[in-house]
């Protein structure tokens, strides 16, 4: 109840600095519209903004999904083969620090303007993150719990499911919040470089017609719709993921 507080209060003040700062400084809508506007955009523009965010997530949830398989895999190679390890290691050095939206002419060219090139950039931009931590998680089990799965039987992917991911959950978790969080940007910055994705949109496409038609309660309306899923997705789903997960497993061995 207390964060619940905190968080409106820091609400209520942002908005009053936002109106005070629109009237002393004597901006006109069309620069810095007013609190009412944007609630007004918000308001009469509800479905649309939720089709668009619908769409989004859709393509982040798939492109996240492809990339949590694809970094475990390459993960797990990682462990099984030095020489892989070092290949991966270098690729990894160079391509994680790369934002993922330079990469979209390329994406451009390899897909065209369309739906695959936006999933190609949150892709790019989620696995280099999620390969980081589930790397480093890997190499922090103890070597008595892998020899322990593997007087159990277990090999392969069994003592990967079984034992591996288990143990290195709190990476995992990590990884997770680092990639959904540059999978959200990239999606969004693909969209507002070349509008629509084959003819449809998420937040992004809401973001480019909306600067384009000069309406400005829209962008900001948009913005603040960015934001909040932002929050509501590290709150609702990692929070509590957490909770669930990596916080009973520290109580049960405390």
Same mark, same amino acid.
């Given at each position: 109840?207390?964060?619940?507080?905190?968080k409106?209060t820091?609400? #209520?003040?942002?908005?009053?600095? +936002?109106?005070?700062?629109r009237?002393?400084?004597?901006?006109?809508?069309?620069l810095?519209p007013?609190v009412s506007?944007?609630?007004?955009?918000?308001w009469?523009?509800?479905?649309?903004?939720?089709k668009?965010?619908?769409?989004?997530?859709k393509?982040?949830?798939f492109?996240?999904?492809?990339? $949590?398989?694809l &970094?475990?895999?390459?993960?797990?190679?990682?462990?099984?083969?030095?020489?892989?390890? /070092?290949?991966?290691?270098?690729?990894?050095?160079?391509m994680?620090?790369?934002p993922?939206?330079?990469?979209?002419?390329? &994406?451009?060219? +390899?897909?065209?303007?369309?739906?695959?090139?936006?999933i190609?950039?949150?892709v #790019?931009s989620?696995?280099?993150?999620?390969?980081?931590h589930f790397?480093?998680?890997?190499?922090?089990?103890?070597?008595?719990?892998?020899?322990? /799965?593997?007087?159990?039987?277990?090999?392969g992917? %069994?003592? &990967?499911?079984?034992?591996? *991911?288990p143990?290195?959950?709190?990476?995992? *978790?990590?990884?997770?919040?680092?990639?959904?969080?540059?999978?959200?940007?990239?999606?969004?910055?693909?969209e *507002?470089?070349?509008?629509a994705?084959?003819?449809h949109?998420?937040?992004?496409?809401?973001?480019?017609k %909306?600067? $384009?038609?000069?309406?400005?309660p829209?962008?900001?309306?948009?913005?603040?719709?960015?934001?909040?899923?932002?929050?509501l997705?590290?709150? #609702?789903v990692?929070?509590? *993921?957490?909770?669930?997960?990596?916080?009973?497993l520290?109580q049960v061995?405390?």
């Open positions: 109840m207390k964060r619940i507080f905190s409106l820091l609400i #209520f003040t942002s908005a009053l600095l +936002w109106e005070s700062a009237i002393i400084g004597g901006y006109s809508e069309l810095l007013g506007g944007v609630a007004r955009s918000l009469m523009e509800k479905i649309e903004l939720l668009n965010t619908a769409f989004s997530l393509l982040i949830g492109g996240l999904a492809v990339a $949590f398989v &970094a475990m895999i390459l993960a797990i190679l990682c462990m099984a083969s030095r020489a892989f390890q /070092g290949l991966i290691t270098d690729v990894m050095a160079v994680h620090p790369l993922g939206i330079a990469i979209l002419p390329v &994406a451009i060219l +390899w897909f065209g303007i369309g739906v695959k090139s936006v190609f950039v949150i #790019f989620a696995v280099w993150p999620l390969l980081n790397y480093t998680g890997f190499r922090s089990i103890p070597k008595n719990q892998l020899e322990v /799965g593997r007087n159990l039987g277990l090999s992917v %069994k003592l &990967a499911v079984y034992v591996m *991911l143990a290195s959950l709190p990476h995992i *978790l990590g990884g997770l919040r680092t990639g959904w969080a540059r999978a959200w940007q990239a999606s969004v910055a693909a *507002l470089v070349f509008g994705a084959g003819g949109g998420g937040l992004g496409w809401y973001l480019y %909306k600067r $384009f038609m000069m309406e400005t829209g962008v900001f309306a948009g913005m603040i719709v960015i934001i909040a899923i932002g929050l997705v590290e709150y #609702f990692f929070s509590i *993921l957490e909770n669930l997960t990596v916080k009973k520290k061995i405390d």
